[in-house]
């Protein structure tokens, strides 16, 4: 990818930093704005929790730094590169090299097996692991020839998580990962997203609706409007069996 040096001195350790990033979506002449002006530092192996009501901007925020969006107008950098400056071509190569995604439906094909769902990341990726060590990290190494109709929806979830880090990207954004499942599922792939944390310093950010979830990242970042409206540091953080449903 071809780097894309920004003006401005970068901040220590921040891996994505948002300056003044609009979403405008037009009906005819009524303009809504997804986002209004947001400025954000995310920083590397943090563990980040975007609480806030539907529509209040969070799921357009992940697209947008995910790549698979553009902010209406404003800056946003990955490291060095300022993603707002990149063709849809440029956007999905950084995409490929750079970002696992984790979505609230798994987005498994049905006749592939889980190794093969994680396959068609590793097949395409430039430094991926072994797709069976993927589903062993996230304690599926016994399950990998099993088809997704043949799992339960936290297993399902799991294989999910383990096509997005096979790749080995810096930067795991998840989207309402546990919104689909029971509170004790749902703990099992809060789990894995921490251990994925802490083991490869891989920074996560999760969006969620359950505000029980914050209590387990570094850092909590509410939204409201499209705007930020607060942000917390968790001095403690409760491990995810530890967390109230």
């Known amino acids: ?17 948002t300056k003044g990033i609009t979403k405008v979506y037009k009906t005819g002449d009524v303009a809504v704005y997804a986002l209004d002006g947001v400025d954000l530092d995310l920083y590397e192996g943090e ?92 304690g599926l190494g016994k399950r990998m020839d099993h088809f997704p109709s043949e799992m339960s929806g936290g297993e399902q979830q799991r294989v999910a998580i383990a096509r997005a880090i096979a790749k080995q990207p ?3 954004l998840c989207d309402e990962p546990t919104g689909a499942l029971d509170s004790t599922t749902g703990v099992q792939v809060l789990e894995v997203l921490r251990d994925i944390n802490e083991r490869f310093g891989t920074t996560t950010v999760v969006i969620t609706h359950n505000a029980e979830i914050q209590r387990m990242a570094h850092r909590v970042i509410f939204f409201q409007d499209g705007k930020i409206s607060e942000t917390r540091i968790n001095e403690t953080r409760l491990a995810p069996s530890e967390i109230v449903w």
């Open 1 to 17: 990818m071809q780097l894309c040096q920004d003006q401005e001195p970068r901040v220590s350790d921040a891996i994505f930093r």
């Open 170 to 172: 810096e930067i795991l």
């Open 47 to 138: 563990l980040t929790v975007l609480l806030g009501p539907s529509g209040s901007g969070k799921s357009t925020l992940l697209n947008i730094l995910g790549g698979l969006d553009h902010a209406t107008t404003g800056q946003v950098w990955f490291a060095d590169t300022e993603l707002t400056l990149m063709s849809d071509r440029e956007l999905t190569k950084y995409r490929r090299d750079h970002v696992g995604f984790v979505f609230q439906f798994y987005n498994l094909v049905p006749s592939l097996t889980a190794l093969e769902n994680v396959q068609l990341v590793t097949d395409v990726s430039p430094n991926p692991m072994p797709a069976a060590d993927a589903l062993e990290l996230v």
